[in-house]
């Protein structure tokens, strides 16, 4: 092992395993003197050594053997105007209330607030209350009434559910365009023994993804320490390593696509693990945080606040620093000036959990029908392209990805006949509205939102000026009017062909 490791270290000036990560690499930026770039300065000059060389001892960063695509930057043929990047980050379980540029204190979460200093957030961007239903959405363009998929796979029989590839797919619409596209992380849309190339036939060139459920039947297995993950059409065996942390491949598995891909259009879609519980020890932890680093253990229903918080509030760091690495990587390889970072989540925070905004405690909201359950981050970042340090308070969507990113990457949004809308209009200053209001469907749950007001499936009627909560109120002849609009939008919503 001491030689294989040796013979690894000279391969230094090899460009698949140049510049790895260390585990205990900080998100915390260093500013070059004299240096006036922006985005630069924000996240400092790249950093690290060759890190995460257990894995890659393992052989997952070869793509010669896991790569199905087979191109690299070298058989590229890159251009001074070809369309941008895209790098999207999505997080799992994290609501606005735990982010600093949405008005949070409990975290510190230093790269995701550089990427809020360097573009625009949205300060009303909705997803579903679960993640299933969320990601199809992002997906597809479409609605989960039009989809079916409305809940979370495995809660409404059969369990044998696999995602229809002839749906509509961000990965296959970037592909068409010329992109090379990739996915790491979470999937959560199809068991591997029944479709072995699910992710492939949705767009993805590569993947490296955790397997979830390899079939309908077996036990959820680890997406942290010791992952099961399922990588290009095959069950990686060569993860089942305890000193192996799933965000870390995953991480440097998009990492090394990029690299690989440089000199062309890439779409690297980034659906994190992270922070899903289990709240499981990170490899940043010290002291009692590093107890629970292998046994995956849920939260236990009476467990103190404290204690959840703990834990969670490491898991943040390390999401934190791992989306920090990749935007690093992007100024390392000089492409952060023409690639587009979009970061969000799928869903609000575990209802289990509380976080602090100032003086006000908030109490997660995943799975509940509002702001706290729904509302999501949206932070997008491009260079020269949106206003840095901006924000808006318009309304955006799930369904509205796919369409702008076909916009971003020069293609006609109007074909894919989805539910959404472009938003590039809005991000490049173009526009200062996008919807009026909002639609959010999960599990025969719905409700339609707008500035002041929602109407959910019961009939009720609320007052949403303090988006966190909501409160419902009382008829009167005010109230109908507006009952009336929102209703009128949900039939606009329904009936759309």
């Known amino acids: 092992m001491l030689r294989r490791m040796a013979d690894r270290e000279q391969l230094g000036s090899d460009s698949r395993n140049a510049h790895r990560f260390s585990p205990r690499e900080k998100s915390v930026g260093i500013l070059a003197p004299g240096h006036h770039d922006p985005v630069r300065a924000l996240f400092g000059r790249p950093r690290g050594r060759l890190a995460g060389l257990a894995w890659c001892l393992l052989g997952a960063c070869s793509p010669a053997e896991d790569s199905p695509s087979g191109q690299t930057s070298d058989q590229a043929t890159g251009s001074e105007d070809r369309p941008p990047n895209v790098v999207l980050i999505l997080v799992d379980d994290l609501g606005l209330e735990a982010l600093n540029a ?137 993860s089942q390593k305890d000193a192996v942390y ?16 440089r000199d062309q259009p890439f779409f690297a879609f980034y659906s994190m693990c992270l922070v899903h519980r289990p709240y499981v020890a990170t490899p940043d932890d010290v002291g009692e945080l590093r107890t629970a680093r292998v046994e995956e253990t849920p939260v236990k229903k009476g467990e103190a606040v404290p204690q959840q918080l703990a834990r969670f509030g490491s898991n943040v760091a390390c999401m934190d620093r791992l989306v920090g690495h990749l935007i690093r990587r992007l100024q390392e390889l000089d492409l952060i000036d023409n690639t587009v ?77 989805g539910d959404g809308t472009s938003f590039l209009p809005v991000l490049q200053g173009r526009a200062e509205e996008h919807r009026e209001t909002i639609y959010v469907e999960e599990a025969g749950r719905w409700f339609v939102r707008g500035s002041s007001h929602a109407l959910d499936h019961t009939g009720q009627l609320f007052d949403v000026s303090d988006r966190f909560a909501w409160k419902p109120v009382s008829e009167s002849p005010s109230n109908e009017s507006i009952r009336a609009v929102l209703s009128a939008q949900l039939e606009s919503v329904r009936s759309r062909e």
């Open 102 to 238: 949405y008005g949070g204190t409990s975290y510190q979460t230093p790269a995701i607030d550089r990427l809020a200093a360097t573009g625009m957030v949205f300060e009303h961007c909705f997803a579903t209350p679960s993640c299933t239903a969320s990601r199809v959405q992002l997906l597809t363009g479409q609605y989960p009434f039009r989809t079916g998929w409305d809940r979370l796979q495995g809660d409404r029989p059969p369990d044998d559910r696999t995602l229809d590839v002839g749906l509509p797919s961000v990965g296959r619409a970037l592909k068409s365009r010329g992109y090379a596209t990739a996915i790491a992380g979470k999937w959560h849309l199809a068991h591997f023994s029944q479709a072995p190339n699910h992710v492939t036939e949705m767009g993805f060139d590569e993947h490296c993804v955790w397997t979830h459920k390899l079939a309908p039947d077996s036990p959820i297995p680890r997406r942290y320490w010791k992952p099961s993950i399922w990588q290009n059409g095959k069950f990686h065996r060569r």
């Open 246 to 261: 799933g965000p870390e491949v995953f991480t440097e598995f998009l990492s090394d696509f990029i690299q690989r891909h």
């Open 341 to 417: 970072i979009l970061f969000t989540s799928d869903n609000g925070t575990d209802a289990r959990l509380e976080s602090r905004m100032g003086s006000r405690i908030i109490a997660g909201g995943k799975t509940q029908m509002n702001d706290r359950g729904a509302a999501v981050p949206l932070i997008v970042s491009w260079q020269g392209k949106v206003a840095a340090g901006s924000r808006n308070a318009t309304f955006v969507d799930f369904t509205d990805f796919l369409p702008t990113l076909v916009e971003v990457s020069g293609g006609d949004p109007g074909p894919l006949n």
